[in-house]
DNA sequence: TTGTAGGCGTTATCAT
DNA sequence: ATGATAACGCCTACAA
């Protein structure tokens, strides 16, 4: 069943199939109902394939989500569909695994769909090399960093990472840790993970603190295992610390029952604290201190920006976005 | 960049363009590497579109995995990843929000990809209608028994649910516990949700236990904040329970951290059980007793299962396969 | 082994 | 407002 055999049926010509089906103007409401009846009656569907072989545009925005199973992200989706739902375009999910290249497959999908735009939930800076400038529609990247990429269609929304873990280093430094222990992803892989390091360093800096990287960083994927591996491998070490800050949420969970495992109760013995701000958090005993990003507003600065580069013309740009301290029952305030 | 641009670049022609890039013989090994060269270089990617267009069959299967986010779920598309990469066919993972009609989306994405059998992870048979006869390749239900769904070309791989939450009460009556409440999902929308409430009833019936759906039951969706929520109803009811089992781990976590709000420990003061066997469970304090789902068999099982339908025109069939009673550290028993 | 040409189902561009 | 026809990028006979 293709137009064709439409066209048959209802005597008029494919042209005029396709263009009552598309809901376009210049066709009679007679004939346009007509047509769409005799498709409905004979359940006719368009053929995908070619209709988007012969389109030049979409009316969509593709959203790329690096990583299935990203719990922070979750949220954000649900946001950015409802931003899109309010506007005229049409939204296109792809959820794709966390090691796979978003670059080439949003590349792809661009080929294939023709989006106006493009959101990447998740990336990695790595990835934006040469082969992105085949991309010609505006993009966003939301919870990355994208500044310093040279694309003039590249736009970002970010938490400022290199702060934000600051912030958490000192939030428990003013509870009067001195002997804190990171636990966080490759700095050498990720954007992200570098920067949560600096921003720790930083704050360890400021304050005198000495800081031993082969012996106070134990990094890995973001994940509950890695968490917990890397707090044993930690222990390990020898030296005892009274504070552990994990550069992700999950890290964080691992982290608290490899000390339960040794012994140490958190907060009693050892503080814990997180970054990413998980619901799950805040469902766990103890309640996992940790710095919330505010996924909302990642997500809805996303999609303006994105919709100002698609329909004003509007350059690229780089926000950051607040985030906030939550001092929950994991940490422990130790001074006197 | 199409086929003709290769072709003109390497002075070859459109159809010894196609077949170098297909895998076809005739084609003498100079030409083809020169070929794959010349396209690796420029970045070369078929046009999808094009090519499903002329194409009456795909070498794909088609995984739709619904619900992003499920961490079962994310094992079993990596081990179904292996299975299928030790074949001769090619993997299309379609990852889609849990609320959406599976059965649709397969449909539309059958239209388009034409893969030569369908796994589904996680469905609700509600879906499966009249409208999936459209379908006609083989299919695997995989999480969800679809026995009674009138389709030749549908076959399933689960687990009992009914058992496996009848075993989970009778692990807390062995333990001494009488005093049982249950939180899961509303049994009049979810097969597995029902499935698992009449393996609880069956268990109380067993042993002349009473159980009062309306005072000692709670649904909601499977998420920690309908656990923590529906821990906080059944508290407010008044009755004091020895146990609570959750019909799902995120649910058993939730609810872990409403008992704790309340003044009750796990397991000191009530003993919580969970069932699907997530990792999460192993990292928490205390860790999760749960019923663990064989993640690994239900996905090699299905692809098995697939294979022989596809190749072999095997009939569909319906498997159940072994779960296992975790007794880990949120049950105590309280006899003696 | 390689080249040529027609067609897949649709949209888009001209005419009418 | 409608019709005719050329693409879209690829695959696949069939011819060379």
Redesign the pocket.
């Known amino acids: 069943m ?3 055999d ?1 066209a048959e049926k209802t ?12 809901g ?5 409401p ?3 109902s007509a047509i769409l009846e005799a498709a409905r009656e004979s359940g ?4 995908t ?3 988007q ?5 979409s009316n969509a925005i593709l959203l790329v989500v690096k990583g299935v199973g990203n719990e922070l992200f979750g949220e954000m989706v649900e946001t950015i569909q409802h931003c899109v739902s309010q506007t005229r375009y049409q939204l296109l999910v792809d959820y794709m695994d966390e090691d796979l290249n978003e670059v080439t497959r949003a590349m792809q999908l661009c080929r294939e769909r023709k989006p106006l735009g493009v959101i990447f939930l998740g990336a990695n800076n790595r990835n934006f090399q040469k082969e992105f400038s085949a991309v010609d529609v505006p993009c966003v990247v939301v919870t990355n960093n994208a500044r310093g990429l040279p694309f003039e269609n590249l736009s970002s929304v970010s938490t400022d990472d290199r702060e934000a873990a600051r912030q958490a280093i000192e939030t428990l430094i003013s509870m009067g840790h001195r002997s804190i222990a990171i636990i966080g992803g490759d700095p050498a892989i990720s954007d992200t993970s570098r920067l949560r390091l600096e921003g720790c360093m930083a704050a360890f800096a400021d304050h005198g603190i000495p800081f031993d990287l082969n012996r106070d960083y134990r990094g890995g994927r973001y994940s509950w295992h890695n968490g917990y591996e890397a707090v044993q491998a930690l222990l390990r070490g020898g030296k005892s610390y009274t504070a552990i800050f994990a550069a992700a949420d999950v890290m964080a969970i691992g982290a608290i029952r490899a000390l339960w495992e040794s012994g140490l109760r958190v907060p009693q013995d050892v503080s814990v604290m997180g970054l990413d701000g998980l619901p799950l958090g805040t469902y766990l005993v103890p309640q996992l201190a940790t710095v919330v990003q505010d996924s909302a507003l990642l997500a809805t600065r996303g999609v303006k920006i994105l919709l100002e580069a698609m329909e004003n013309g509007k350059p690229a740009c780089h926000e950051t976005v607040p985030f906030r301290i939550a001092r929950r029952e994991s940490i422990r305030d130790i001074r006197g």
Do not use: D, E, M, W
Not at 44 to 47: A, H
């Open positions: 293709t137009i064709k439409l005597g008029y010509a494919v042209g005029t199939i396709s263009r009552a089906l598309n376009h103007p210049n066709v009679s007679k004939t346009r006719f569907q368009l053929n394939n070619a209709k072989l012969k389109q030049t545009h």
